[in-house]
């Protein structure tokens, strides 16, 4: 009997908004940039003026694609820059949500900050912090700083602003790996997330200007 798991890989061109997707604190419009065609999403004006941790920084801001994913393989090609009036700390915060579950109760993220890459020669420790891990609601970024002084949840990465970046992330059950241009950056054995179904979510945080296009959804 063969019980290897059957897998399906659903591919999104981002030339325009996929069927079923919605919107969540975010406004989505098909742009030429940079030589293709993409989605460009960046923060609602009622979301950005609104409070940190509440209305913005690692909360549901992202298009979200209707999907029953748990375990698989997700990737997108993202291009991401500092929007106009962007705060100081703002880093072009971009990436993929994953195990989004109804009424977004909760689901896991990774994303970058390119303003944080190596191309940029960033100072101090923001240059282990171009790649970020979280889980929604209760494992945002800052406490997984605090309670892993290793870092472990985030890493550096040779990447910059204004440049398409391929992003992929592998998800089995509590593990994640997650590359930035076919480099593996994040090796997690010990994810924070429910190990939930759900649908993906193209994300962006504040003062992020970003652009999704090439979005490949491989479940099993």
Excluded: C
């Amino acid at each position: 009997m063969n019980d290897r798991k059957l897998q399906v890989t659903v591919f999104h061109a981002l030339d325009g908004l996929p069927a079923g997707a919605s919107m969540n604190s975010v406004t989505a419009e098909s742009v030429n940039v940079a030589g293709r065609r993409a989605l460009r999403v960046g923060l609602t004006e009622a979301a950005a003026s609104g409070v940190p941790g509440v209305d913005y920084v690692d909360q549901p801001t992202f298009v979200l694609i209707p999907a029953d994913f748990r375990n698989g393989i997700v990737e997108v090609d993202l291009l991401s820059r500092l929007a106009d009036g962007a705060p100081d700390y703002a880093r072009a915060f971009a990436g993929l949500a994953y195990r989004i579950t109804e009424n977004l109760e909760s689901f896991e993220a990774v994303y970058v900050r390119p303003l944080n890459g190596a191309k940029v020669n960033p100072p101090g420790p923001r240059a282990q912090r171009a790649v970020q891990y979280f889980a929604y609601p209760e494992w945002n970024f800052e406490r997984l700083r605090e309670d892993y002084p290793d870092g472990r949840y985030e890493a550096g990465a040779r990447i910059g602003p204004d440049e398409w970046i391929r992003l992929r992330i592998e998800v089995q059950d509590g593990r994640l790996r997650a590359s930035v241009d076919g480099i593996q950056v994040l090796d997690l054995a010990e994810t924070k997330g429910p190990e939930a179904r759900g649908g993906i979510g193209l994300f962006v945080d504040i003062g992020t200007e970003a652009f999704f296009s090439n979005l490949s959804i491989t479940a099993g």
